[in-house]
């Protein structure tokens, strides 16, 4: 099996198109439920801060301030509080479609 090529991408090493993705990512602002929108919670600011101050996520790579890529496992829900990722909260499809990214 072929490895996937290695890029840099603010001193962090990550896979080929993963920058893309983190870029991508800060364009989703918001997620729509029951004809609301539900702003997203920025890495470093949910309530466990996951060490932002210190380190990117250590799951998607994003900096302090920026939005986790999605399916990251460390986004914060912004109704429940959860994981984003596996909780029972319910989003409308175009926020499900972003997730595809």
Known sequence: MTQ???VLYRGVPMIEGWPEK????QQIVSLPQEG???PRIRYGDEHDGWGANKNGCPDCRVLKGEFHV???NFE???VCGGELLCCDCVFEDSAEDAWLL
């Open 4 to 6: 996937p090529k290695i």
């Open 70 to 72: 999605p399916s990251c």
């Open 76 to 78: 914060e829900c912004p």
């Open 36 to 38: 609301r929108t539900i």
């Open 22 to 25: 983190i870029m991508a990512a």
